[in-house]
């Protein structure tokens, strides 16, 4: 159980244009979920908080224009990154959380902007 | 504030060596959660435990096993008899408030054959 998917695991796009990722909870509800940022060798780093239903809830210094969150329902989130640029090349890593404030990653997506 | 160290970036051993992760937290809340994520080359973080503030019984699961004592703010991870399956960044966070996780910089180990 706990299963969490992430689409595309990898993306190559050109600058400028804009990139959607998926993330789905395949057999739990998720009313919040998590979107994270990790460079090479480094730590996650916290983007936003998705809670079904409303706004996300982004962490100091992300742009909230440029990192569009949805959580329509109780099984996906989306994080789409508008207007990519070279610097938002990355791995971005979702997840959803458990009953007790476990988290359950997805696989992450690699992103590539050209 | 909450904080996670985990000290050791990089460990290597040799198949078979018993290895210790540490990791130290600082927090002021008096209820909380303590975590261990193994992320493989693969990049997919894999839940290993969860420890509440409450419950300082260590654990066992197979080759693996965890101390957590609160009078050190410490919750250190052993594998015995490592593999080179083990190879991977090891994670341990902490609940930041009702939602979020702090995580440490992880310990990449690397288990040589």
């Known amino acids: 159980g706990a299963v969490v998917s992430q689409h595309p695991s990898w993306v190559i796009c050109k600058s400028g244009t804009s990139v959607k990722i998926e993330c789905r909870s395949l057999?739990?509800?998720?009313?919040?979920m998590f979107w994270y940022r990790q460079f090479p060798k480094q730590s996650l780093m916290l983007m936003a908080t998705?809670?079904?239903?409303?706004?996300?809830?982004?962490e100091q210094g992300v742009e909230k224009d440029k990192f569009l969150i949805n959580h329509a329902s109780l099984t996906l989130s989306t994080l789409t990154v508008t207007s990519a640029h070279p610097e938002d090349s990355s791995f971005y890593i979702c997840?959803?959380?458990?009953?007790?404030?476990?988290?359950?990653f997805g696989p992450g997506t690699r992103l590539t902007v050209t | 504030a909450q904080k996670v160290t985990q000290a050791q970036t990089e460990i290597s051993v040799v198949e078979k060596e018993d290895v210790t992760l540490d990791c130290v937290y600082e927090?002021?809340?008096?209820?909380?959660?303590l975590f261990w994520y193994k992320q493989p080359p693969s990049g997919e973080l894999v839940f290993l435990i969860r420890?509440?503030?409450?419950?300082?019984q260590n654990e066992i699961s197979g080759r693996y096993s965890w101390n957590f004592q609160k009078s050190t703010s410490s919750f250190n991870f052993t594998i015995t008899a490592s593999q080179v399956v083990d190879s991977a960044v090891y994670f341990c966070?902490?609940?930041?408030?009702?939602?979020?996780?702090?995580f440490g910089q992880g310990t990449r180990l690397t288990i040589n054959p």
């Open positions: 997840s959803a959380r458990g009953t007790l404030y476990e988290q359950y």
């Open positions: 057999d739990f509800q998720a009313t919040t």
């Open positions: 998705s809670n079904e239903g409303s706004k996300a809830t982004y």
């Open positions: 927090t002021r809340d008096t209820t909380y959660y």
């Open positions: 420890r509440n503030s409450f419950d300082e």
């Open positions: 966070a902490l609940t930041l408030g009702a939602q979020k996780l702090v």
